[in-house]
């Protein structure tokens, strides 16, 4: 409609911007007015952010918005077009005019292995991960769809406010302050593991899946500290009787009563991101759910939430909404993309396009491990092997620390599962039976402590079992029992395993003229595989688990090694 006005970008920055009673964004040439709208977005008054300006690098980031029925809902609000003046000769607004939604994320640890960079995701590389039980607030993996809210570190306790709704529309409003005035604290030592920990595994071995190619460290253990949820929630008004039911009536009745089975609680973030869990797990007593604003002794970091994140512990890392902002008790699971589609799995047949309904929620994780470090003797320098492989007999071999030189470096791409160790050419064809140290974790959800770690030097021919690290038993030297807080096994196990390389013999074919040796004669798969409690054990290979998201490639981890003498 040629007749509708043009308005400089300049005044509907100043004037139509996020604290404007009459907020208006603009996309390619054209202006709205969306004061009518907000109200009515299912992302909430998030897209005030985009007020004042373009919303197009706001749909690239929430790609949901790439469907022609959300531009036939803007063009209800078309006001008029950008002046000429700021059109370029492509009739396009200049790209100044788009500001970028991730300048004030936080600055992080350069050592991460960085997937995308606007949202951050990044994983540490696999010598920070498993330095110590708990992973650090630094190198703790950061898994964030969307840039990281800004919220006044002083003003918090204020100012940052947790709305609670229950089934009847009832809500109830808590400043910070007042959870932490209000509530006991409460502390756990939990997980946190994304559902496509693994997924370049799952893609190396079974084919191409769509997200983030994480290695083995999109995991880490920490301690947090908080409320407890089932507190907050009974404070709020929610009538339970029994742990498994919640009796606020609504018209969802069953005799009277909810079915608590069927009840869910939602979370939000401030930036718009939404999941939810079974309410049976927010109000069982052993579950541990809290509300944290503490992560290792410190103030929550920005990255994993601050001020205020729900952890599920035992539950994939998706639902442990950060930058928490409100809670919903309702008869459904969250609407959002992230509930409904983005972490579920399927067949392997199911494809690009899956009945994405008919698949459940992943909630509880299954058992999964991995191996984070590998260390060879005799072929390279001196001292870079752990002291707890020094004269250490577990396994087949007696490692002497000053004969284990080398990390192995599998982590950084290009093939992480495939590693030549540089060394000096051998004299002799055949290599000798080398000492080797291995150490990695094994975590399963729900509770479940791990009963066992089977290690196999041979791809899997003959196997042996890894020396579990107790942690968190009162008499384990390097802690006390306060080291594992919370009802369960929420924390990972880590593993420790020392034996001897097989010796392979090298095929005369493989020798070059002068029996001079090639590369990668003597290679063998190291692999790990692990049992939890409830004698679940892993799938060997990630061919029947293919899914095309790539979600919980818990396969035998492999990891092929090539020690040229
Ligand atoms: N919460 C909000 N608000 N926004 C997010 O992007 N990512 C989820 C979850 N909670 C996310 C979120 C996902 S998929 C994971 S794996 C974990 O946070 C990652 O937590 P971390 O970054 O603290 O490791
Ligand atoms: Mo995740």
Redesign the pocket.
């Given at each position: 409609d040629p007749s509708l006005p043009r308005f400089r970008l300049s005044s509907i920055r100043d004037e139509h911007g996020p604290t404007s009673p009459h907020p208006w964004v603009t996309y390619q040439d054209k202006v709205y007015d969306i004061t009518d709208w907000i109200a009515a977005h299912p992302g909430g008054d998030v897209i005030l952010r985009a007020a004042g300006g373009s919303i197009e690098p706001y749909w690239n980031i929430f790609s949901i918005h790439k469907a022609p029925h959300v531009r036939e809902i803007l063009y209800q609000y078309l006001i008029g077009y950008i002046d000429v003046l700021d059109l370029d000769e492509n009739g396009k607004p200049a790209l100044e005019t788009i500001e970028d939604p991730f300048q004030a994320d936080p600055v992080r640890d350069p050592r991460f292995i960085v997937h995308t960079d606007k949202?951050r995701n990044a994983e540490p590389p696999n010598e920070e991960l498993l330095r110590e039980f708990r992973t650090s607030n630094e190198m703790?993996?950061?898994?964030?769809?969307?840039w990281v809210p800004v919220v006044d570190e002083k003003k918090a306790d204020e100012e940052y406010a947790l709305t609670v709704e229950l089934p009847d529309g009832e809500t109830k409003r808590y400043t910070l302050g007042e959870l932490k005035a209000k509530f006991p604290t409460h502390k756990v030592t939990a997980v946190?593991?994304?559902?496509?920990n693994r997924r370049n595994d799952m893609t190396r071995h079974a084919g191409k899946t769509n997200g983030l190619q994480w290695g083995v460290g999109?995991i880490?253990n920490a301690e947090w500290e908080g409320v407890r949820l089932a507190d907050v929630l009974a404070d709020a008004g929610l009538v339970v009787s029994d742990p498994r039911v919640a009796t606020r009536k609504s018209s969802q009745a069953n005799n009277g009563e909810e079915d608590p089975r069927l009840m869910h609680v939602q979370f939000s973030?401030?930036?718009a991101?939404?999941?939810s869990i079974p309410l049976s797990k927010a109000l069982d007593p052993m579950g541990d759910v809290i509300l944290a604003y503490g992560m290792n002794g410190k103030t929550l970091p920005r990255?994993?939430?601050f001020p205020l994140?729900a952890i599920v512990p035992g539950n994939?890392?998706?639902?442990?909404?950060?930058?928490?902002s409100k809670i919903v008790i309702a008869d459904e699971e969250s609407t959002s993309q992230?509930q409904r589609r983005d972490?579920k799995s399927f067949g392997p047949n199911e494809g690009a396009n899956p009945d994405w309904d008919r698949s459940k929620s992943i909630q509880e994780m299954p058992v999964t491990s991995a191996i984070t470090g590998v260390w060879v003797g005799e072929c390279v320098r001196k001292g870079k092997a752990p002291s707890w492989a020094n004269n250490r007999q577990n396994g087949r071999g007696v490692v002497d620390v000053a004969a284990v030189e080398r990390v192995i470096g599998y982590t950084p791409p290009p093939d992480p599962t495939s590693t030549t160790i540089p060394c000096k050419p051998c004299p002799d064809q055949t290599p000798p039976a080398e000492p080797v140290a291995i150490q990695g974790y094994a975590y399963s959800g729900g509770g479940r402590a791990i009963a066992r770690v089977d290690v196999s030097l041979d791809g899997g021919k003959t196997w042996d079992q890894a020396e579990l690290v107790d942690d968190c038993s009162p008499n384990a030297p390097e802690s006390n029992n306060t080291n594992c807080h919370g009802n369960k096994n929420w924390s990972w196990t880590r593993w420790r395993y020392t034996g001897q390389l097989p010796v392979i013999p090298i095929p005369p074919s493989t020798l070059s003229q002068g029996g001079e040796q090639q590369d990668k004669k003597f290679c063998t798969t190291l692999v790990v595989k692990a049992t939890d409690e409830a004698y679940n054990s892993q799938p060997e290979t990630h061919k029947g688990i293919y899914n095309v998201r790539g979600n919980l490639a818990t396969a035998w981890h492999r990891v092929r090694i090539c020690p040229s003498c």
């Open positions: 949202p703790f993996y950061i898994r964030n769809h969307m946190l593991q994304c559902s496509g999109a880490g973030g401030l930036e991101y939404g999941a990255d994993h939430g994140r994939v890392a998706a639902r442990s909404v950060k930058w928490l992230w972490y």
